[in-house]
T-cell receptor
Framework: GENVEQHPSTLSVQEGDSAVIKCTYS??????FPWYKQELGKGPQLIID?????GEKKDQRIAVTLNKTAKHFSLHITETQPEDSAVYFC???????????FGTGTRLLVSP | ETGVTQTPRHLVMGMTNKKSLKCEQH?????MYWYKQSAKKPLELMFV???????ENNSVPSRFSPECPNSSHLFLHLHTLQPEDSALYLC??????????????????FGPGTRLTVL
């Protein structure tokens, strides 16, 4: 079955810096890759996703890139702000299935 | 607010108790999910329901019993739990595959979770 690895487990940056979180997946049949942000006391919130027919997607300060050949995808956050501090999860889903397979999460801390 | 609500938000129970978790979605979706989130581990899918029918059980022990009376409500009945079952239980909803067009990838929306502690 699908396996998703996520790095780093923790990431500390200064406000205004960029942050990059990387994930790799194992099943080449995966075609959907969402990213979730989870703040303390809340459930995961979808912040951006990418489908296998595109290589990059941007939404204001966040972007996701996908390399299907290498089977990895990354989340990029530019001009980080303290409110970006949270745990971020990547996930992958195999074509034809509903199951999302999640990474172990990255705790991002943005210091003022 | 994501349109998915869960009650209670916190629950403490003994190993011999019986309790239930409730989830309700106001998004018009027809698929609902239970996930378990434990410290230092990835979110684990437990059950999937489509149009009230259970379509996936991810080898979950029988002490967890789901119920889906309609597409908007999902329950997780708990009995004879173990301390290692302590975790955050998350409910999610989405459109079922094939119901929202070929361009949709059926994004899942999560509720805030129920923090369960088993003593």
């Amino acid at each position: 079955g699908e396996n998703v690895e996520q790095h780093p487990s923790t990431l500390s940056v200064q406000e205004g810096d960029s942050a990059v979180i990387k994930c790799t997946y194992s099943d080449s049949a995966s075609n959907y890759f969402p990213w979730y942000k989870q703040e303390l006391g809340k459930g995961p919130q979808l912040i951006i996703d990418i489908r296998s027919n595109v290589g990059e997607k941007k939404d204001q300060r966040i972007a996701v890139t996908l390399n299907k050949t290498a089977k990895h995808f990354s989340l990029h956050i530019t001009e980080t702000q303290p409110e970006d501090s949270a745990v971020y999860f990547c996930a992958a889903r195999v074509t034809g299935f509903q199951k999302l397979v999640f990474g172990t999460g990255t705790r991002l801390l943005v210091s003022p | 607010e994501t349109g998915v609500t869960q009650t209670p938000r916190h629950l403490v129970m003994g190993m011999t108790n019986k309790k239930s978790l409730k989830c309700e979605q106001h998004l018009g979706h027809n698929a609902m999910y239970w996930y378990k989130q434990s410290a230092k581990k990835p979110l684990e899918l437990m059950f999937v329901y489509n149009f009230k029918e259970q379509t996936e059980n991810n080898s979950v022990p029988s002490r967890f019993s789901p119920e889906c009376p309609n597409s908007s409500h999902l329950f997780l009945h708990l009995h004879t739990l173990q301390p290692e079952d302590s975790a955050l239980y998350l409910c999610a909803s989405s459109q079922s595959p094939g119901t929202s067009g070929p361009s949709s990838y059926n994004e899942q929306f999560f509720g805030p979770g129920t923090r369960l502690t088993v003593l």
